[in-house]
Protein backbone atom coordinates (compact mmCIF):
# COMPACT_ATOMS: atom_id res chain seq x y z
CA UNK A 1 0.00 0.00 0.00
CA UNK A 2 2.77 2.68 1.07
CA UNK A 3 4.45 1.84 -3.07
CA UNK A 4 0.92 3.19 -4.32
CA UNK A 5 0.94 6.06 -2.12
CA UNK A 6 4.31 6.66 -2.89
CA UNK A 7 3.87 6.16 -7.20
CA UNK A 8 0.63 8.51 -6.95
CA UNK A 9 2.44 11.23 -5.25
CA UNK A 10 5.29 10.99 -7.69
CA UNK A 11 2.72 11.23 -10.41
CA UNK A 12 1.21 14.02 -8.83
CA UNK A 13 4.87 16.02 -8.60
CA UNK A 14 5.70 15.22 -12.01
CA UNK A 15 2.57 16.36 -13.00
CA UNK A 16 2.97 19.59 -11.11
CA UNK A 17 6.71 19.72 -12.53
CA UNK A 18 5.84 19.08 -16.16
CA UNK A 19 3.36 22.14 -15.75
CA UNK A 20 5.86 24.54 -14.18
CA UNK A 21 8.14 23.91 -17.09
CA UNK A 22 5.19 24.17 -19.40
CA UNK A 23 4.86 27.60 -17.65
CA UNK A 24 8.20 28.04 -18.10
CA UNK A 25 8.49 27.00 -21.53
CA UNK A 26 5.85 29.18 -22.33
CA UNK A 27 7.48 32.90 -20.49
CA UNK A 28 10.61 31.98 -22.00
CA UNK A 29 9.23 31.50 -25.42
CA UNK A 30 7.12 34.64 -25.20
CA UNK A 31 10.12 36.68 -23.71
CA UNK A 32 12.48 35.84 -26.79
CA UNK A 33 9.27 36.01 -29.61
CA UNK A 34 9.07 39.72 -28.28
CA UNK A 35 13.52 39.47 -27.96
CA UNK A 36 13.06 38.39 -31.71
CA UNK A 37 10.66 40.96 -32.99
CA UNK A 38 12.33 43.99 -31.65
CA UNK A 39 15.75 42.54 -33.86
CA UNK A 40 13.46 41.63 -36.79
CA UNK A 41 12.15 45.48 -37.15
CA UNK A 42 16.07 46.66 -36.00
CA UNK A 43 17.07 44.70 -39.33
CA UNK A 44 14.75 46.40 -40.76
CA UNK A 45 14.71 49.60 -39.78
CA UNK A 46 18.35 49.21 -41.21
CA UNK A 47 17.73 47.66 -44.38
CA UNK A 48 15.48 50.47 -45.54
CA UNK A 49 17.94 53.33 -44.01
CA UNK A 50 20.52 51.51 -46.54
CA UNK A 51 18.15 51.78 -49.48
CA UNK A 52 17.13 55.23 -48.94
CA UNK A 53 20.41 56.23 -48.62
CA UNK A 54 21.33 54.24 -51.73
CA UNK A 55 18.25 55.57 -53.19
CA UNK A 56 19.65 59.17 -52.02
CA UNK A 57 22.93 58.59 -53.46
CA UNK A 58 22.01 57.60 -57.10
CA UNK A 59 19.75 60.72 -57.55
CA UNK A 60 22.63 63.72 -55.76
Known amino acids: ?3 RM ?3 SGRIRS ?3 NIIFL ?3 VVIV ?3 WNFIGVIFRLAL ?3 VVYFVY ?3 QSYF
Open 1 to 3: MSR
Open 6 to 8: LGR
Open 15 to 17: REQ
Open 23 to 25: VLA
Open 30 to 32: ALL
Open 45 to 47: FAV
Open 54 to 56: RLL
